[in-house]
């Protein structure tokens, strides 16, 4: 059989596009194909401790600055945007000798611009993932007069130019059920992308690991709360502070188990005082998302669309100032699958009153499973990967 080379650039900031590009890997190999990775910050982290060392390519790092209050700092992006737009060129510079160096089938992007134009450019086929569609401006500016008009153009551009690509993935539910709504208004994409459903991972986990994972940490006949603390480690402290806060409250009522998502931490839990466990890196979330009854978390489209698939209502923290993650738990609130908190209004009190709410009501559960019932027309991880092969 002849081999296959693909190449996958992945955008660095969290987790979650790192970690559905893995999966999707899973389903496209074959024995000889060839990978490359192009990434950089966290998502380099993730896949080398994922056994990929030999396949990473350093691309040049191309994020925002956040404070240290874990919000993102509008006030540092328009000084940065000449510096960024360099990053932005010195990437285009960096993919479009790796590519040619390559010499991949495919070129897939996931929510990465520069790419796109590089593989164009060399005349590669390029296959794009995304979850916005747009630029969208922090809430204190967006859709205010010079920022709504910004956002237009910047979605008409982006458009444009993800549009070069030869498939745009929109990797989520069509209207009106769309989590990045709000990342798609104003823009007109019905001839540009194509909904493939979430690409949250699959988790047919045997009884025998769940039980296994149960009787590990002493899980009793009450609910059992996950907390999943992600995204960059500069947005982590005041959530983190609040959820251990709360846990006191919350461990008399409900099993608490808390992920600190720190990929370098370590993967053995320590039980609190109050008999919740934390874990710096937990290897059984899987495990214990399908035990859960309900999680908290940011906002990010992943874990929503894992929550979705799951059925497990959630309250959601987006990221202070990121306008994706508050326009997802926005979404998320409206269609009734669990509670949004801003950022700026979390306290332990209304963390704990939110948890109790969204465990008593069953009107979040019976929401989520309904719209659980729409996403399992679809297969995001099997559909992009479907589609990737058709390159090859």
Request: hydrophobic share 35%; net charge positive; proline share 5%.
């Given at each position: 059989?002849?081999?296959?080379?693909?190449?996958?650039?992945?955008?660095?900031?969290?987790?979650?596009?790192?970690?559905?590009?893995?999966?999707?890997?899973?389903?496209?190999?074959?024995?000889?194909?060839?990978?490359?990775?192009?990434?950089?910050?966290?998502?380099?982290?993730?896949?080398?401790?994922?056994?990929?060392?030999?396949?990473?390519?350093?691309?040049?790092?191309?994020?925002?600055?956040?404070?240290?209050?874990?919000?993102?700092?509008s006030?540092?992006?328009?000084?940065r945007?000449?510096y960024?737009?360099?990053?932005?060129?010195?990437?285009?510079?960096?993919?479009?000798?790796?590519?040619?160096r390559?010499?991949?089938?495919?070129v897939?992007?996931?929510?990465?611009?520069?790419?796109?134009?590089?593989?164009?450019?060399?005349?590669?086929?390029?296959?794009?993932?995304?979850?916005?569609?747009?630029?969208?401006?922090?809430?204190?500016?967006?859709?205010?007069?010079?920022?709504?008009?910004?956002?237009?153009?910047?979605?008409?551009?982006?458009?444009?130019?993800?549009?070069?690509?030869?498939?745009?993935?929109?990797?989520?539910?069509?209207?009106?059920?769309?989590?990045?709504?709000?990342?798609?208004?104003?823009?007109?994409?019905?001839?540009?992308?194509?909904?493939?459903?979430?690409?949250?991972?699959?988790?047919?986990?045997?009884?025998?690991?769940?039980?296994?994972?149960?009787?590990?940490?002493?899980?009793?006949?009450?609910?059992?709360?996950?907390?999943?603390?992600?995204?960059?480690?500069?947005?982590?402290?005041?959530?983190?502070?609040?959820?251990?806060?709360?846990?006191?409250?919350?461990?008399?009522?409900?099993?608490?188990?808390?992920?600190?998502?720190?990929?370098?931490?370590?993967g053995?839990?320590?039980?609190?005082?109050?008999?919740?466990?934390?874990?710096?890196?937990?290897?059984?979330?899987?495990?214990?998302?399908?035990?859960?009854?309900?999680?908290?978390?940011?906002?990010?489209?992943?874990?929503?669309?894992?929550?979705?698939?799951?059925?497990?209502?959630?309250?959601?923290?987006?990221?202070?100032?990121?306008?994706?993650?508050?326009?997802?738990?926005?979404?998320?609130?409206?269609?009734?699958?669990?509670?949004?908190?801003?950022?700026?209004?979390?306290t332990?009190q209304?963390?704990?009153?939110?948890?109790?709410?969204?465990?008593?009501?069953?009107?979040?559960?019976?929401?989520?499973?309904?719209?659980?019932?729409?996403?399992?027309?679809?297969?995001?991880?099997?559909?992009?990967?479907?589609?990737?092969?058709?390159?090859?």
């Open positions: 059989m002849v081999s296959r080379r693909v190449y996958f650039a992945v955008f660095g900031s969290g987790l979650g596009h790192v970690s559905r590009i893995l999966d999707i890997t899973e389903r496209v190999r074959r024995e000889g194909d060839e990978f490359r990775y192009s990434c950089s910050d966290q998502a380099l982290n993730y896949l080398k401790k994922h056994g990929q060392e030999d396949n990473v390519l350093k691309s040049p790092s191309f994020d925002v600055k956040w404070t240290e209050e874990g919000s993102f700092s006030k540092d992006f328009i000084p945007f000449p960024m737009f360099n990053s932005f060129l010195k990437q285009i510079a960096f993919e479009r000798k790796s590519i040619v390559f010499d991949p089938r495919v897939v992007s996931d929510s990465r611009l520069s790419p796109v134009l590089a593989a164009r450019e060399k005349s590669y086929p390029v296959v794009t993932m995304l979850n916005q569609f747009k630029v969208s401006f922090p809430p204190r500016f967006s859709g205010k007069g010079v920022g709504r008009i910004y956002e237009r153009f910047a979605g008409d551009v982006l458009g444009l130019l993800w549009s070069l690509s030869d498939e745009v993935l929109m990797t989520d539910l069509p209207p009106p059920y769309t989590i990045g709504e709000a990342n798609l208004a104003g823009t007109d994409v019905s001839r540009i992308v194509r909904y493939v459903g979430f690409t949250s991972p699959e988790m047919g986990l045997s009884d025998e690991r769940l039980e296994t994972a149960r009787r590990a940490l002493g899980i009793d006949g009450r609910p059992l709360a996950f907390f999943q603390i992600s995204g960059p480690d500069a947005t982590k402290r005041m959530f983190r502070d609040t959820v251990l806060q709360s846990t006191d409250a919350l461990a008399k009522r409900y099993n608490i188990i808390i992920s600190m998502g720190y990929p370098s931490g370590s053995v839990p320590k039980r609190l005082a109050n008999g919740a466990w934390i874990y710096d890196w937990c290897p059984i979330k899987d495990e214990l998302f399908m035990l859960s009854s309900l999680v908290v978390a940011r906002a990010g489209h992943r874990t929503i669309g894992q929550c979705i698939d799951a059925g497990k209502p959630a309250v959601l923290i987006p990221i202070h100032n990121h306008s994706e993650q508050i326009g997802n738990a926005g979404k998320f609130s409206r269609l009734g699958l669990g509670i949004e908190i801003r950022s700026e209004k979390l332990s209304n963390l704990v009153e939110s948890v109790d709410r969204c465990l008593s009501d069953s009107r979040y559960r019976d929401s989520i499973e309904k719209v659980r019932v729409v996403s399992k027309k679809y297969n995001g991880i099997g559909r992009c990967a479907e589609i990737i092969d058709s390159y090859t």
